[in-house]
């Protein structure tokens, strides 16, 4: 992924409308938030018009009975369902050209939220902040563009939830104590959309399913307990960023699964300083054989250009599926029991073509690993540099068969 560096300009102007008191620091979160997409999705440029309209706050514990949103405030007590306040709060919002929709601690019972661009859901944090499940069958929350930040999500009732969380069968979760196939399922947002700070936990699929995004960014999130997979990034999706990401170890059919979904494509996508842990796997009924990062190739080579950078892998293995062209690992630390790219002889095909494997460190249980590969074929322009052990330098690196 090549990157360009410019200057960010921000050029501040209009007037933030506080609704609830104290507002001050959450317009301040709104607006970095809010610059850093910005100028993700501007080439770097960032621009507030002084056309922009004044940006609401509406506090969902004290503000939708004076504002005329809803009849009563969101409870947040862990037992009403808060549903259709907090849906009115996010639509009063969105109405009014954007703000923050902001929910305080407490414990918050939904059904199904959706949120949309210029809107911003922001808890007070993931301890905080904590909405659980009640009879949800897609996705607690729905993101067709937006910010949500500052909250934790359960896909289960608190009696199923911990130590009594069942992941379920078959890879799907069936028979499993999570409702919601997501916690958080990003789709059909060609505007971007920002998660933040969030939690996902206990989902019967996966804690988080992207599809058909341009221009996502998560930062500094947790994502965990899956009946399927701890995340699914599939097509059309690309220009994505995960940054200071925690993927954990419970998972009933794969760790983080990257394809492109039928004849669509991801690509032009980073994972940077994130944490690929599969070091709990097995535990609580959970899945053990699926502790892979796998990326989909295709024929036509659409799914391209995804780079992992500085992240740390425990017992977690990058699988190939097909030819996949432009992928890089940079500055990574893979601690595995076995070699860090592999193929399962399932898959006929395992290729990196014209990709970069540079300044990792591979190790086997705390040791060197002398063995990184296997059955993965290195081809094209595919280079190995500053590895460790040196031998990680010498993989062998074939021409690619023409189409």
């Given at each position: 992924?090549?990157?360009?560096?410019?200057?960010i300009?921000?050029?501040?102007?209009?007037?933030?409308?506080?609704?609830?008191?104290?507002?001050?620091?959450?317009?301040?979160?709104?607006?970095?938030l809010?610059a850093l997409?910005?100028?993700?999705?501007?080439?770097?440029?960032?621009?507030?018009s002084?056309?922009?309209?004044?940006?609401?706050?509406?506090?969902?514990?004290?503000?939708?009975?004076?504002?005329g949103?809803?009849?009563?405030?969101?409870?947040?007590?862990?037992?009403?369902d808060?549903?259709?306040?907090?849906?009115?709060?996010?639509?009063?919002?969105?109405?009014?050209?954007?703000?923050?929709v902001?929910?305080?601690?407490?414990?918050?019972?939904?059904?199904?939220?959706?949120?949309?661009?210029k809107?911003?859901?922001?808890?007070?944090?993931?301890?905080?902040t904590?909405?659980?499940?009640?009879?949800?069958?897609?996705?607690?929350?729905?993101?067709?563009?937006?910010?949500?930040?500052?909250?934790?999500?359960?896909?289960t009732?608190?009696?199923?939830?911990?130590?009594?969380?069942?992941?379920?069968?078959?890879?799907?979760?069936?028979?499993?104590?999570?409702?919601?196939?997501?916690?958080?399922?990003?789709?059909?947002?060609?505007?971007?959309?920002?998660?933040?700070?969030?939690?996902?936990?206990?989902?019967?699929?996966?804690?988080?399913?992207?599809?058909?995004?341009?221009?996502?960014r998560?930062?500094?999130?947790?994502?965990?307990?899956?009946?399927?997979?701890?995340?699914?990034?599939?097509?059309?999706?690309?220009?994505?960023?995960?940054?200071?990401?925690?993927?954990?170890?419970?998972?009933?059919?794969?760790?983080?699964?990257?394809?492109?979904?039928?004849?669509?494509?991801?690509r032009?996508?980073?994972?940077?300083?994130?944490?690929?842990?599969?070091?709990?796997?097995?535990?609580?009924?959970?899945?053990?054989?699926?502790?892979?990062?796998?990326?989909?190739?295709?024929?036509?080579?659409?799914?391209?250009?995804?780079?992992?950078?500085?992240?740390?892998?425990?017992?977690?293995?990058?699988?190939?599926?097909?030819?996949?062209?432009?992928?890089?690992?940079?500055?990574?630390?893979?601690?595995?029991?076995?070699?860090?790219?592999?193929?399962?002889?399932?898959?006929?095909?395992g290729?990196?073509?014209?990709?970069?494997?540079?300044g990792?460190?591979?190790?086997?249980?705390?040791?060197?690993?002398?063995?990184?590969?296997?059955?993965v074929?290195?081809?094209?322009?595919?280079?190995?540099?500053?590895?460790?052990?040196?031998?990680?330098?010498?993989?062998?690196?074939?021409?690619?068969?023409?189409?």
């Amino acid at each position: 992924m090549t990157k360009t560096k410019q200057e960010i300009k921000p050029q501040l102007s209009g007037r933030f409308r506080k609704v609830v008191i104290g507002g001050s620091l959450l317009s301040l979160l709104y607006f970095i938030l809010t610059a850093l997409s910005l100028a993700a999705s501007n080439g770097g440029q960032l621009a507030v018009s002084s056309a922009a309209p004044d940006m609401i706050i509406v506090d969902v514990k004290a503000d939708l009975v004076a504002l005329g949103i809803h009849s009563a405030n969101a409870a947040g007590e862990g037992a009403t369902d808060d549903t259709e306040a907090l849906q009115r709060a996010i639509d009063r919002v969105a109405g009014q050209g954007g703000g923050i929709v902001y929910v305080p601690s407490g414990c918050y019972r939904v059904r199904s939220l959706t949120v949309v661009d210029k809107v911003s859901l922001i808890g007070d944090g993931p301890e905080k902040t904590v909405f659980r499940a009640l009879d949800t069958s897609w996705a607690l929350v729905r993101m067709n563009g937006g910010i949500i930040s500052g909250m934790s999500l359960y896909g289960t009732k608190s009696q199923g939830s911990g130590d009594n969380w069942k992941v379920g069968k078959g890879g799907v979760g069936k028979g499993g104590t999570a409702t919601p196939v997501a916690c958080i399922a990003v789709a059909d947002a060609p505007n971007g959309a920002v998660i933040d700070n969030v939690s996902a936990f206990e989902a019967r699929y996966d804690p988080l399913y992207v599809r058909n995004v341009r221009r996502l960014r998560v930062t500094n999130c947790r994502f965990d307990r899956a009946g399927r997979n701890i995340v699914s990034i599939v097509g059309t999706t690309e220009d994505f960023v995960f940054s200071n990401c925690h993927f954990g170890s419970l998972w009933g059919l794969y760790h983080v699964d990257i394809e492109q979904n039928a004849k669509n494509h991801v690509r032009d996508g980073l994972f940077i300083n994130c944490l690929f842990d599969g070091s709990q796997a097995g535990n609580l009924g959970t899945d053990t054989w699926g502790a892979f990062l796998c990326y989909h190739g295709h024929e036509d080579l659409a799914n391209r250009n995804i780079a992992v950078v500085n992240c740390e892998f425990r017992n977690i293995y990058v699988r190939i599926l097909g030819v996949f062209p432009r992928a890089r690992f940079i500055r990574n630390t893979f601690d595995n029991a076995g070699p860090a790219f592999v193929r399962v002889p399932s898959n006929k095909v395992g290729e990196f073509r014209d990709s970069e494997i540079r300044g990792n460190t591979f190790r086997r249980r705390g040791k060197p690993n002398e063995d990184i590969v296997a059955g993965v074929a290195f081809t094209g322009s595919t280079s190995f540099s500053g590895n460790t052990p040196l031998s990680a330098n010498k993989v062998p690196v074939a021409p690619h068969a023409e189409k």
